[in-house]
C-alpha cells in the first residue's frame, strides 16, 4: 500500500473513532441531563406533596382529594419521590407503601386523650381497593369513618371475600375484626396473580378503644404472617387500616407516643400550677387527685399498654366535668 492510500485508510479509521465517540459523549450528556431533569422534577413534585401533607396535618377532621404526577414510596416518618425524600419528624402520618400517580386522599383526625395530644394524618390513593370483612361494631366504625373518595367495600363474610372478583386495583387490603374467621380465609383465587406485596390483611381484636392488630401479607394463596401491634382509640385502629406493614404502623405510634408524653408533661404541670393556685378551696383535692393520676400514666407505654391511656383518658375527663360542676378552672 502506498503512502497516499495509507493516509486514506487512516483518516476514515479516524473519523470513524471520532465520530463513535462523539455520539458516545452526547448520550452521556443526554443520560446525565435527563438524570438532572428527573431529579429536578421529583424535587418539585415532593415540595407539592409537602405542602398537601403539612397543610393538612395541622387541620383536623379534614378529608382532601389532590392531585400527584408522581408515585409516592412512603416508609417511617419519610415520603420519597424518585431520589427526592422529605422527613416528617412532628407527623403521625399512617398510609400504604407506596401511592400511585394520579390521586392522593388525606384524612385528618385528632387523637384526644381526653386533651388533644396530636393530629392523626392517614393517607391513601382511590386505586386501592379495601375490602370490609364481616358484620360486627368495629368493621361498623371503620366504615362510617374512612372517606367516601376511598375505594371500599363490604363483604358479609370471609365466604364472601374469597369470591371476589380481581377488578385491576394495584393494592388490595381486607380489614377482619373476626381471629377465628380469618383462620379459615384463603387469599381468594382471583387475587392469585397479584405480587405478594400488593395483596395485604388486618385482622383487629378488641374494641374501638383499644386493642391488637395483626397484620398479614399474600404469599401464594396464603397468608403470611408479619407480626402484630396494640392500637389505642378509634384513630389508632384506622392507622392500622391505612398502614400496610406493621413496621411503619410502629413507627408512626412512638411519634405518637412521644407528642403524648409532651403533652402529658405540659397538663401535669398546668394542674401542679392549678393546685397551688386553689388553695384551700374545694377545687384543690380534686386537682391533687388529678395530678397524681396523670403522674402515674406519665412513664407506661401507648404501645405497650394501650389500656392504661383508655382508663387514664376517662378518668381525667370525668374529673374535669366535677371540676366545671364547681365552677374550678378546668384541666384542659
Request: overall charge positive; proline content about 3%.
Given at each position: ?17 471520532a ?23 421529583d ?36 415520603i ?9 419528624q ?8 407506596s401511592i ?23 393517607a ?23 372517606p ?9 363474610s ?28 384463603s ?9 405478594n406485596?400488593?395483596v ?18 399474600k ?10 401491634s ?30 403524648a ?33 396523670i ?20 378518668d ?6 366535677d ?10
Amino acid at each position: 500500500m502506498d503512502k497516499k492510500g495509507f493516509e486514506v485508510q487512516f483518516n476514515w479509521i479516524f473519523a470513524v473513532i471520532a465520530g463513535a465517540a462523539i455520539i458516545a459523549l452526547a448520550a452521556f450528556l443526554v443520560v446525565k441531563n435527563r438524570g438532572i431533569t428527573d431529579s429536578s422534577f421529583d424535587v418539585q413534585t415532593l415540595k407539592t406533596v409537602d405542602a398537601i401533607v403539612t397543610g393538612t396535618g395541622i387541620s383536623s377532621d379534614v378529608t382532601k382529594v389532590s392531585d400527584i404526577s408522581s408515585k409516592l414510596a412512603v416508609g417511617c416518618n419519610r415520603i420519597a419521590i424518585g431520589s427526592a425524600q422529605r422527613n416528617y419528624q412532628n407527623i403521625v402520618l399512617f398510609a400504604p407503601d407506596s401511592i400511585i400517580e394520579g390521586k392522593l386522599i388525606t384524612l385528618t383526625l385528632p387523637i384526644n386523650l381526653p386533651f388533644k395530644v396530636s393530629n392523626m394524618l392517614y393517607a391513601t390513593s382511590p386505586k386501592i381497593r379495601y375490602i370490609l370483612v364481616g358484620k360486627n361494631e368495629i368493621i361498623s366504625m371503620i366504615n362510617k369513618s374512612l372517606p367516601d373518595s376511598m375505594q371500599t367495600e363490604m363483604a358479609s363474610s370471609v365466604m364472601a371475600a374469597s369470591a371476589i372478583k380481581n377488578t385491576n386495583n394495584y393494592k388490595v387490603r381486607f380489614i377482619v375484626a373476626d381471629k377465628d374467621a380469618f383462620a379459615a380465609f384463603s387469599v381468594p383465587k382471583s387475587l392469585e396473580k397479584m405480587p405478594n406485596f400488593d395483596v395485604s390483611a388486618v385482622v383487629v381484636s378488641g374494641s374501638t378503644d383499644n386493642g391488637e392488630a395483626t397484620f398479614y401479607q399474600k404469599k401464594g394463596l396464603v397468608w403470611e404472617p408479619k407480626g402484630s401491634s396494640n392500637y389505642l382509640t378509634l384513630q389508632g385502629l384506622l392507622g392500622a387500616v391505612f398502614a400496610e406493614s406493621r413496621e411503619n404502623y410502629d413507627c408512626s405510634l412512638k411519634s405518637l407516643e412521644s407528642r403524648a408524653k409532651i403533652m402529658m408533661e405540659i397538663y401535669s404541670q398546668r394542674t401542679k400550677k392549678l393546685a397551688l393556685l386553689a388553695k384551700d378551696s374545694e377545687c384543690k383535692p380534686l386537682y391533687a387527685e388529678a395530678e397524681a393520676r396523670i403522674s402515674s400514666i406519665l412513664g407506661k407505654s401507648i404501645i405497650t399498654n394501650p389500656e392504661a391511656f383508655t382508663s387514664f383518658a376517662n378518668d381525667w375527663k370525668n374529673k374535669n366535668s366535677d371540676l366545671e360542676v364547681l365552677s374550678c378552672p378546668s384541666l384542659y
